[in-house]
């Protein structure tokens, strides 16, 4: 188990400029969620995956936001004409779901910390 | 839509002291998590509550799920300067598939 790993740590990029942040979950998980958190916040869902579906997008997110997880390992989570706004920590989760009623314990990652200026 | 909030937002105690922070939401809840989150890091699972009532014990840390399943509280024991942090509780949202949403959390200081 080497965990989840998301890359980049750190990116800075201009407004209206194109992002991309990469996700590897846990080998053997079959869901995936990608939360966004600011200073002093708890984790804001976005979105999540079971396998290489997408179940659910939060109605907060924007067109500018997608996400894939093609192959049902690794996710990308693309942000398009950012804006200061979209400045946040980005945490990536995934998790093994066995089809029981209850959600599964969440492994995160370290995040990508998007700065937009 | 269901909101999660925790109480209270911050809090210092000497180290040796005792905290709680209390967790509520605005619907019942099936199951309830605790994460905690150490300055600079990621969220770090704690424990699963699922049964109304439910008390669950981690060395200093006692978890306890409310009856009615609408709110948790989390107790630390004697406080060391480890258990820095912010603590979340979390639970999923109300129907529909497992999108687990975060409550406000706690951030607790411990002065040595």
């Known amino acids: 188990d080497t965990g989840v790993s998301q890359d980049p740590r750190h990116k800075i990029t201009k407004r209206g400029q194109n992002v991309t942040f990469r996700c590897d979950p846990i080998?053997?998980?079959?869901?995936l969620y990608w939360y966004r958190q600011t200073l002093g916040q708890g984790p804001e869902f976005l979105t999540y995956?079971?396998?290489?579906?997408?179940?659910?997008k939060s109605r907060l997110l924007s067109d500018r936001f997608s996400a894939e997880r093609p192959k049902g390992s690794f996710s990308t989570l693309e942000i398009q004409r950012t804006e200061q706004g979209d400045s946040a920590m980005y945490l990536c989760?995934?998790?093994?779901?066995?089809?029981?009623?209850?959600?599964?314990?969440?492994?995160f990652g370290n995040g990508t910390r998007l700065t937009v200026t | 839509g269901q909101q999660v909030m925790q109480i209270p937002q911050y809090q210092h105690v000497q180290e040796g002291e005792d905290f709680t922070t209390y967790c509520n939401s605005s619907?019942?809840?099936?199951?309830i998590q605790w994460y905690k989150q150490r300055p600079g890091g990621h969220p770090v699972f704690l424990i699963q509550?699922?049964?109304?009532?439910e008390v669950k014990k981690q060395k200093r840390l006692t978890f306890q799920f409310g009856e009615a399943k609408k709110n948790s509280s989390l107790h630390i024991t004697a406080t060391q300067t480890t258990d820095v942090g912010t603590y979340f509780c979390?639970?999923?949202?109300?129907?529909?598939?497992?999108?687990?949403?975060f409550g406000t959390g706690t951030k607790l200081q411990v002065i040595p």
């Open positions: 989760a995934s998790s093994s779901w066995t089809g029981g009623r209850y959600n599964s314990p969440l492994h």
């Open positions: 995956f079971q396998n290489e579906a997408q179940l659910e």
């Open positions: 619907t019942t809840l099936s199951n």
């Open positions: 080998s053997e998980h079959n869901r």
């Open positions: 979390a639970g999923p949202r109300s129907g529909g598939y497992q999108k687990v949403t």
């Open positions: 509550l699922v049964k109304s009532g």
